[in-house]
């Protein structure tokens, strides 16, 4: 089992451009989260979907929009970049039962320039 | 809204020391994540808590939760440089699915 995977690894980007961030999970879970981390801020939330089919909001969704395109894969789009979203993104997912650990993608270091 | 503080921010000490990261938060808890990261990498879920007055050990590691279920603690015994990471708690409260993370504690271990 891959776990969760996150592409890509780093991204560059330029004011106002936008790019789509890849998750996709093979531990058949049904809750995937977006986070982002600064230094200082800990973990803040972006999006959640709790089923296939439906999202949330989090914390901090300005800027954001999210895709569940089936169970496996939650992507999270930014349409025009702005510096203030230069962080690193972590993708995680979680059972549906048990003690809802969240599992958590290697992260995409993103720069907005 | 719901918060959840952690204590100390940052904690630097000598290899063998003990260590101990606090969290509390503002309203009772149906549960307590705990959750380590190592520098560069992403967190990994560690324990969770669920009674009131719970202790967990995981080898060196002591995990406890308040009678109250507000508060929980992670004390590490003879830290070595292995521990070096940012411990995070994360509570949820009754049926909210969605964590409420901690700032996370630093720990540095000089060997």
């Known amino acids: 089992n891959a776990g969760v995977t996150q592409t890509p690894k780093f991204q560059v980007l330029k004011t106002g451009q936008s790019m789509t961030l890849q998750c996709a999970q093979d531990?058949?879970?049904?809750?995937m989260y977006w986070y982002r981390q600064d230094p200082g801020m800990g973990l803040r939330l972006i999006y959640y979907?709790?089923?296939?089919?439906?999202?949330d909001k989090g914390e901090v969704p300005n800027g954001y929009n999210v895709s569940r395109l089936n169970k496996r894969e939650f992507s999270l789009r930014l349409e025009s970049a702005a510096p203030s979203q230069t962080s690193v993104y972590f993708c995680?997912?979680?059972?549906?039962?048990?003690?809802?650990?969240?599992?958590f993608g290697p992260g995409t270091r993103l720069t907005v320039t | 809204g719901q918060q959840v503080m952690q204590i100390p921010q940052y904690q630097h000490v000598q290899e063998g020391e003990d260590f101990t990261t606090y969290c509390n938060s503002s309203?009772?808890?149906?549960?307590i994540q705990w959750y380590k990261q190592r520098p560069g990498g992403h967190p990994v879920f560690l324990i969770q808590?669920?009674?009131s007055g719970e202790v967990k050990k995981q080898k060196r590691l002591t995990f406890q939760f308040g009678e109250a279920k507000k508060n929980s603690s992670l004390h590490i015994t003879a830290t070595q440089t292995t521990d070096v990471g940012t411990y995070f708690c994360?509570?949820?409260?009754?049926?909210?699915?969605?964590?409420?993370w901690g700032l996370g504690t630093s720990l540095a271990v000089n060997p």
């Open positions: 979907s709790a089923s296939e089919g439906t999202t």
């Open positions: 994360a509570g949820r409260g009754g049926n909210n699915r969605k964590l409420i």
């Open positions: 531990m058949n879970h049904n809750s």
């Open positions: 309203t009772t808890l149906s549960n």
């Open positions: 995680a997912s979680s059972p549906s039962g048990g003690t809802y650990e969240q599992y």
């Open positions: 808590l669920v009674k």
